[in-house]
């Protein structure tokens, strides 16, 4: 088993705050722990229960949301702690041996199909975003995004 890198490009939108909220959906444990600790000293059940809810046009396991046809990508980061919206272009780096056992790099293209000009993209972003309430001039931008998968 070995590790997959990723590295993107994405012009649009942080979006993280925006396209999931977590869900309080009980209490983990009836001993009911100090607010400041995520599980319970006794039992060691989380002290709350919560779930994410996603955008409905989200989907996360095709990594895309669509809105009238259009489709963005969703690029997160390792730790899903960020999400970001947009026009992607991005590398995956894969680690292979070949014959003799030495290992390769494999650089393969994903998703480089994007607008011909600037202004088409920020207007493609914003077509998709601006319906769903996630369009954010002020989170707009050029970001460069790591992941790895193990």
């Not at 489709?71 to 960020?82: H, P, S």
């Not at 026009?87 to 290992?103: F, I, P, T």
Request: contains cysteine.
């Amino acid at each position: 088993m070995g590790a997959s890198y990723y590295a993107y490009t994405v012009i649009g939108c942080e979006v993280t705050d925006k396209i999931r909220t977590k869900e309080i959906v009980g209490e983990g444990c009836a001993h009911n722990p100090p607010s400041y600790q995520a599980f319970c000293p006794s039992c060691g059940k989380p002290r709350r229960i919560e779930r994410w809810l996603n955008v409905p046009s989200y989907d996360s396991d095709r990594e895309e949301i669509t809105h009238a046809g259009n489709t963005l990508k969703v690029i997160t980061t390792t730790d899903d702690k960020r999400l970001f919206a947009g026009v992607a272009v991005g590398v995956n780096h894969q680690n292979v041996k070949n014959d003799e056992g030495a290992r390769l790099i494999v650089i393969q293209p994903s998703n480089l199909s994007a607008a011909p000009t600037f202004d088409d993209v920020v207007e493609q972003v914003q077509r998709v975003l601006q319906p769903l309430g996630l369009w954010d001039e002020r989170a707009f931008g050029i970001w460069c995004v790591q992941r790895c998968a193990y």
